[in-house]
């Protein structure tokens, strides 16, 4: 199973390419509660025409259990500053708290360092990919050209979108050559 979360379907909808994320997840797809609501959210706000696209691949969200929910708000103090926005890595947080508490063997689709760092230093069994490591394989894949994803990305970093790097593109597209 795939678990984008809202930063990576943000950036989706600002390049346009909901349609490449769509093909990417191929119907394994999932999200958890907090991550389904910051979507509707930013699509209620209009910040990021096409993220609506989402719903029309993505299967009806996670709901965490109370024992989830107890590990998410443990999981959040570790990857964010909660008295700064207490919403803040909702999604995230109950992704990890989900994967590692039913056991599933999952990639987590994030760009959020706190999360990234938090399933390390853990040890935690979830992959992480990233939004330029599905960019890499987008291109991969053929769904897009290498320039057009180039643009993409410098399109991301222009927005000021954290974690976007040409290079890691390049490492990415590199090492899955070989």
């Known amino acids: 199973m795939y678990f984008p979360d809202n930063t990576v379907l943000i950036n989706f909808a600002i390049i346009g390419e909901m349609g490449i994320l769509k093909k990417l997840l191929n119907g394994k797809g999932a999200w958890v509660g907090a991550v389904h609501a910051e979507c509707e959210d930013s699509h209620r706000k209009g910040y990021y025409p096409g993220i609506e696209e989402a719903f ?3 299967p009806d969200p996670i709901l965490v259990d109370k024992f989830e929910e107890h590990d998410a708000r443990t999981i959040r103090l570790s990857i964010t500053d909660v008295i700064e926005d207490p919403a803040q890595s909702l999604g995230e947080s109950q992704t990890i708290a989900v994967v590692t508490h039913r056991h599933i063997e999952a990639v987590f ?44 990305i410098k399109t991301l970093v222009a927005r000021g979108r954290k974690r976007i790097s040409i290079n890691r593109f390049r490492k990415v597209l590199k090492k899955r050559a070989t």
């Open 109 to 152: 689709i994030t760009d959020d360092g706190g999360a990234i760092k938090y399933i390390k230093d853990e040890h935690l069994p979830i992959a992480v990919c990233m939004t330029t490591d599905l960019l890499a394989l987008a291109v991969r894949a053929g769904f897009i050209t290498e320039a057009a994803a180039e643009a993409h």
């Open 56 to 58: 029309d691949f993505m």
